[in-house]
Every structure is written in structure tokens, then in C-alpha cells.
């Protein structure tokens, strides 16, 4: 089976330009979960979907991050304009389920952003 | 709100040798899913082992077991006979029932020495 898919794997700008992170979960899959990793933060969740529609997006950190799921197979991150304190690496995961028998998130191999 | 806190943010043992990471959490639930990952340097993060709070016994996956006091929310990570494999950043997670969310410690940074 093919897990979380996320592209680009690295994705480097310049300061300014926008930025577009994508994933395309697990087959079947209706959770679909962004989170940002720093060394100073640790693993932040920035917005989460299920059946496509967003959830919780307390996360996200200003107006210039947005993320939509236009499909069960496709989500998308957006930063626009990005700033240098963007550089991160983002990872997408993706879970089936919850209510009393939590599934375990799978987590795609992640995009490390450097913003210039 | 729920926490969780790993206080080794790196450590290194040689390989062979047995280690412990640790992880405490504050809860006010009776019911919740712990959990442990590892992300290697390739970046994937990779689910290690689970933990459900109202079963007593320790969940173990091959070398790797789990310590987990209930009552001191603690839950700390063992692995036997370490490999080099295992270098890698290991996270502590917690979740409750029908909530979407885990809830990540902040990863302990795991040497394996040859």
C-alpha cells in the first residue's frame, strides 16, 4: 500500500514568493492532518480536515498560511508570502476514523521548507 | 489542556545496550491512546508502539517496551539490545477518545554508538 504522499520533498525561495505544499493521503483515509516541525517548537499541528472539510485551524500560525482539501485525495498548504521564519519541515499524515477506537495517524516523509 | 513533556532532549548509548526515554503527560482523562514514534533522519515519522490507559499491561513490539504508570503519567519508552537503526528522534503522543488531535512532546534526539 502507498502511504502518505507529500511533494515536494524539498522545496527552497526566496522571501516574498508564495509556496505550495501538497499530500494526497492514505486510500480510504478521512482525517488528513498538516503539522510543522522546528527544532525550538517541536512537532505543531497547524490544521486538520475530515471528509475534506477543515476542522480546526487554530493552529496555523497567521493569514499567510492557508490549506484547503478540494478532494479525499488532495490537500494542499499554501504560504503566501512566506518569510524566512517559515523554514520548517511540514508533514501531512493522515488517519481513518476515531470515536472510540483511535486510529494511529500515518505520516508522509515530510517537505523541508528554506525560505531565503 | 493536555500536556506532554520529554525532559532528555538527546541522548547516546552504545549499541547492545538497553535505554530509557522518558515521558510524562498531564491528563485529567481516565481514558486515553499514548503512543510513541520515531523519525529517523530519512524524516518519516514511523509509529513505534500504543498504549491504551485502562489496559494494565505494558504493550511491548519485539525490542521495544513501554513502562506505563498510570498513576504517575508516565510512560517511558525501552529499547533492548539497541541497533544503529535505532538513531533516530523518538516522539511521545498522547490522545483521547473522540478527539482527532495527538498531542506531541517536544522528541528525545536517541544516539546508537557503534
Known amino acids: 500500500d502507498a502511504g502518505v504522499i507529500q511533494s515536494p520533498r524539498h522545496e527552497v525561495t526566496e522571501m516574498g514568493q508564495e509556496v505550495t505544499l501538497r499530500c494526497k493521503p492514505i486510500?480510504?483515509?478521512?482525517?488528513l492532518f498538516w503539522y510543522r516541525q522546528t527544532m525550538m517548537r517541536g512537532l505543531e499541528l497547524l490544521i486538520y480536515?475530515?471528509?475534506?472539510?477543515?476542522i480546526d485551524d487554530s493552529g496555523m500560525p497567521e493569514d499567510r498560511f492557508s490549506a484547503k482539501m478540494p478532494n479525499a485525495s488532495f490537500s494542499t498548504l499554501k504560504i503566501q508570502p512566506s518569510e524566512p521564519r517559515d523554514s520548517a519541515v511540514y508533514f501531512c499524515?493522515?488517519?481513518w476514523g476515531t470515536g472510540t477506537d483511535n486510529q494511529p495517524q500515518h505520516f508522509g516523509d515530510g517537505t523541508r521548507l528554506s525560505i531565503l | 489542556a493536555q500536556t506532554v513533556t520529554q525532559s532528555q532532549p538527546e541522548m547516546s548509548v552504545q549499541e547492545a545496550e538497553t535505554v530509557t526515554l522518558s515521558c510524562t503527560y498531564d491528563?485529567?482523562?481516565?481514558?486515553?491512546?499514548l503512543f510513541w514514534y520515531k523519525q529517523p533522519p530519512s524524516r518519516q515519522m514511523i509509529l513505534v508502539i500504543r498504549?491504551?490507559?485502562?489496559?494494565?499491561q505494558n504493550a511491548t513490539e519485539n525490542r521495544f517496551s513501554v513502562n506505563f504508570q498510570k498513576a504517575a503519567k508516565s510512560f517511558s519508552l525501552k529499547i533492548s539490545d539497541s541497533q544503529l537503526g535505532d538513531t533516530a528522534m523518538y516522539f511521545c503522543a498522547f490522545m483521547k477518545p473522540g478527539d482527532d488531535k495527538i498531542i506531541f512532546g517536544k522528541g528525545t534526539r536517541l544516539h546508537i554508538l557503534p
Open positions: 480536515f475530515n471528509n475534506n472539510v477543515p
Open positions: 498504549q491504551e490507559a485502562y489496559k494494565q
Open positions: 491528563t485529567s482523562e481516565s481514558n486515553y491512546y
Open positions: 499524515a493522515s488517519s
Open positions: 486510500s480510504g483515509h478521512d482525517y
